[in-house]
């Protein structure tokens, strides 16, 4: 196991005065299985390599209790940088992944690390969601990508998402977390398909307070309907939520909607 590292904080680390100081990541981190210990030992040093992380408000993420972490898709990397911010935090990521890596010896060691299969487009998609609900009642980190893939918008920025994690946010009490993450495709281009092998990109994140949704909830757990108008504008809001943080983390003006989804699923699609 690598020895923990610490990435570059901006803002108020924790601790300071006035700040509560969070409890040991060993005990927020809680039982952690075999596989993803093994998980660790290979992603953990992959991530110091090929980052330099960059941290702002990473105390926001809830030490205890489930998460429902929401952050934008600029690289197949992002799930290597992404799990380094939820660890170093002292949580435990458990990613929604797409179903075609669950095979053979790599899908068992993931479904045994305790990552979510996403099943789109047949009617084993709502499986994932419910699978997704339960890993948060269990009191789990979910990490989603709401894009479906990696953006294809020329300049970067989010495109429009997928529907999934309004159906999680408003039928769960999970704090809603927005992330912002800029720099792992200066790693993997995945517009360019090019791989740039140079050690320590800067990698940024910025973690946002949570989405307030209760007025929604309560509307829904009162009847309200998932309507797809609702799960549309749900979903919107808390993607904007994440642009608008991409937009400081870039410093530069957020653009007013979404990016267009491209018209065939693409190689690199991840949840």
Not at 18 to 37: E, F, M, N, Y
Not at 73 to 89: G, M
Not at 114 to 140: H, M, W, Y
Not at 199 to 228: F, K, M, N, W
Request: with cysteine; glycine share 8%.
């Amino acid at each position: 196991m690598a020895q923990e590292s610490s990435p570059e904080v901006a803002g108020h680390p924790t601790g300071e005065a006035g700040v509560a100081r969070r409890p040991s990541k060993w005990q927020t981190r809680g039982h952690i299985p075999w596989a993803l210990w093994l998980g660790v030992a290979i992603v953990y040093p992959a991530a110091s390599l090929f980052f330099r992380l960059r941290y702002r408000h990473g105390d926001r993420l809830p030490a205890r209790g489930p998460v429902l972490v929401v952050a934008n898709h600029v690289s197949v990397l992002d799930p290597l940088a992404c799990a380094r911010l939820i660890w170093d935090h002292g949580r435990v990521p458990h990613f929604l992944i797409k179903d075609a890596l669950f095979k053979g010896l790599f899908g068992t060691l993931l479904l045994k690390a305790g990552q979510i299969p996403v099943v789109r487009g047949t009617s084993d998609a709502a499986r994932s969601v419910e699978q997704a609900r339960l890993d948060l009642a269990a009191g789990n980190v979910v990490v989603i990508y709401p894009e479906g893939s990696v953006t294809r918008d020329p300049d970067w920025w989010p495109m429009q998402s997928r529907t999934g994690v309004a159906r999680l946010a408003l039928t769960t009490d999970a704090p809603v977390v927005p992330v912002a993450q800029w720099g792992p495709h200066r790693v993997h281009d995945y517009h360019a398909k090019k791989l740039h092998l140079r050690p320590r990109r800067p990698a940024d994140y910025l973690v946002g307070e949570p989405v307030d949704l209760e007025s929604l909830r309560a509307e829904v757990r009162a009847g309200r309907a998932l309507t797809p108008d609702l799960l549309r504008d749900t979903t919107d809001l808390i993607m904007g939520r994440v642009r608008d943080q991409l937009a400081e983390l870039r410093d530069e003006p957020a653009p007013a909607g979404f990016a267009p989804r491209p018209g065939t699923a693409l190689p690199g699609a991840a949840a």
